[in-house]
């Protein structure tokens, strides 16, 4: 579904360049110069207001930007031209899709969802949705991925597996699944208050990288698994 554009400025990307002073000059007092931004705007809206945590996300080749957006406790998934354009939206419904991540290959985006959830009961999950990459267009439907609820979860560099965090009673866990669905496996398990966040692999997929976070406190630590 496309979206033409419209007169009010909804999302904007920005690209500030400001030349540097050398320190002599600025010690001797000169003035520094103000540089106003250079704005692009990629499209207008005036009814979509756009989710904090739901993009901008570039795609692979730069051609796409991924956002979320939400209305009326209804959150969806769109994408516009990296240079601007029309609007493509992705998913639509009652339901609650953010979070999204492109995979390395650019025709597959991962995103969390309320969809799997049982009437009354919301959570989410991770789910994958086929793109095609020339059109923007969804190629097909939204596939659920992980069987239990996610809070966070990060695309392995070969597209091959989802890292992702969940929580089962009081305990955090740590789990890795294929991208096409399947058996997960436990990386780690974080007993009491330690809360998983900040999911990242490394650049040769060997190693997950993620934060923790006492509840209650500002206390993190690095750990990789």
């Known amino acids: ?40 705007r990629l499209f207008s809206d005036d009814s ?29 998934l769109w994408v516009v031209p ?23 290959s650019g025709d597959r985006i991962a995103f969390l969802s309320d969809r799997p959830s049982a009437p009354g009961n919301p959570q989410s999950y991770v789910m994958v949705l086929p793109l095609d990459p020339r059109t923007g267009r969804a190629a097909g439907p939204p596939q659920q991925v992980t069987l239990e609820p996610a809070m966070r979860f990060a695309v392995s560099p070969d597209g091959q597996w989802i890292a992702y965090s969940t929580r089962r009673n009081t305990v955090f866990t740590l789990m890795v699944i294929p991208s096409t669905g399947g058996s997960a496996r436990t990386l780690s398990e974080e007993p009491g208050p330690e809360m998983i966040r900040g999911i990242h692999w490394s650049r040769d997929g060997a190693f997950v990288y993620f934060t923790q976070r006492r509840t209650g406190t500002q206390v993190r630590r690095i750990v990789r698994v």
């Open 82 to 104: 990296a240079a601007g354009g029309d609007l493509v939206r992705l998913t639509s419904g009652r339901h609650a899709d953010g979070r999204p991540a492109w995979f390395p």
């Open 48 to 76: 979509l207001e756009i989710r904090a945590f739901g993009g901008p996300v570039l795609s692979p080749d730069g051609q796409w930007v991924l956002f979320c957006t939400e209305a009326a406790e209804i959150a969806s």
């Open 1 to 40: 579904e496309s979206r033409p554009k419209t007169a009010v400025l909804a999302l904007v990307a920005a690209i500030c360049c400001a030349a540097a002073l050398p320190l002599a000059a600025q010690g001797a007092g000169q003035q520094v110069p103000t540089i106003e931004p250079r704005l692009t």
